[in-house]
C-alpha cells in the first residue's frame, strides 16, 4: 500500500479526490474508523453520491483487503479491524443510500446454526458482505429452523447463509434445507454454508447451493450466483 504522510498537520481536505480515495484504501487497510468516516464526510461534501463513495472507495478498498486476506498477508484480526473502519464510512452513507432507494448487490439472512454459539467466522463473513455492498441482516448464534424461516419470510433476502464450527452441530443445516423444501421455498434462495468442520462433500450432501471456504469466497460465491440468477 501506499505510504501516505502521517504528520498530525495532514489534512485529508487538502487532497484531490483520486489521492483521497487511495487514502481511503490505507486508512481501511489499517482499520483507521475516524479517519475513513472523515474522508467519508470530505467526498460527500464535494458532490459524491452516496453509492459513487460507497463503490469507488468503501467496496474497492474492502476488495484489496479481502484479496490480500485470501493471500494470507492479512489474518482475521486486521480484517475484522478493516471491517469496523469501513463501519465508520457505512454509518454516513447508509441513510443516504436509503433515501435514494440505491440497489444493492443482493440481501443475506446469515446466522450459526442451532447448537452452536460460534460466531467470528460469521462476523467476518456479515463485514465483508456489507464490505462488498450487500445488505446484512445477521441473525446471530443459535438459530432454531423456525427462525430462519421467520427471517426469510420477513426480509425476503437472495442468500441464506448458514455457519456452523461444531460436527455435533453440521447436521442441523441439512434440517433447515430440507424443511425449506418441504414448504416449497427452497429453490427461492440461494443457500451458503460455511465453518472449519465443513468441506464441498458436505455443503452438496444437505443440499446448498455452495460450500465457502472463508468470507473472501462467501463474497465472490454469493456475487456469481446472484449475477446466474439474475441473468437467468
Known amino acids: ?23 481511503v484504501y490505507d486508512d481501511l487497510y489499517n482499520g483507521l474508523r475516524d479517519e475513513v468516516a472523515e474522508a467519508t464526510r470530505i467526498l460527500l461534501a464535494r458532490g459524491w453520491s452516496a453509492s459513487r463513495v460507497l463503490d469507488e472507495a468503501l467496496v474497492e478498498g474492502m476488495r484489496i ?39 444493492t448487490i443482493g440481501k443475506i439472512v446469515i446466522g ?22 450487500f445488505e446484512v441482516i445477521d441473525i446471530g448464534i443459535n438459530i432454531p429452523v423456525e427462525t430462519y424461516l421467520e ?12 455457519s456452523a464450527l461444531l460436527t455435533t452441530t453440521m447436521p442441523y443445516m441439512k434440517v433447515v434445507i430440507d424443511t425449506m423444501k418441504e414448504k416449497g421455498i427452497r429453490d427461492d434462495y440461494i443457500v451458503l454454508v460455511g465453518g472449519a468442520p465443513l468441506n464441498e462433500a458436505f ?18 460465491t454469493a456475487k456469481a450466483l446472484i449475477a446466474q440468477r439474475r441473468a437467468a
Request: aromatic fraction near 4%; proline fraction near 4%; charge should be negative.
Open 112 to 133: 450459526t446454526v442451532k447448537g452452536d454459539i460460534h460466531d467470528i467466522g460469521k462476523n467476518l463473513v456479515s463485514m465483508m458482505m456489507e464490505g462488498a455492498g
Open 203 to 220: 455443503g452438496q450432501a444437505v443440499g446448498a447451493d455452495a460450500y465457502c471456504r472463508d468470507a473472501g469466497v462467501a463474497v465472490e
Open 65 to 103: 483487503v479481502g484479496v490480500d486476506f485470501r493471500d494470507g498477508i492479512l489474518f482475521v484480526p486486521e480484517v475484522l479491524m478493516a471491517a469496523n473502519a469501513m463501519k465508520g464510512g457505512m454509518e454516513l452513507l447508509r441513510p443516504l443510500l436509503a433515501e435514494t432507494g440505491a440497489e
Open 151 to 162: 427471517e426469510l419470510e420477513k426480509h425476503k433476502p437472495d442468500i441464506l447463509g448458514m
Open 1 to 23: 500500500m501506499s505510504d501516505q504522510i502521517d504528520d498530525e498537520d495532514f489534512d485529508l481536505n487538502e487532497l484531490p479526490d483520486d489521492e483521497l480515495v487511495e487514502q
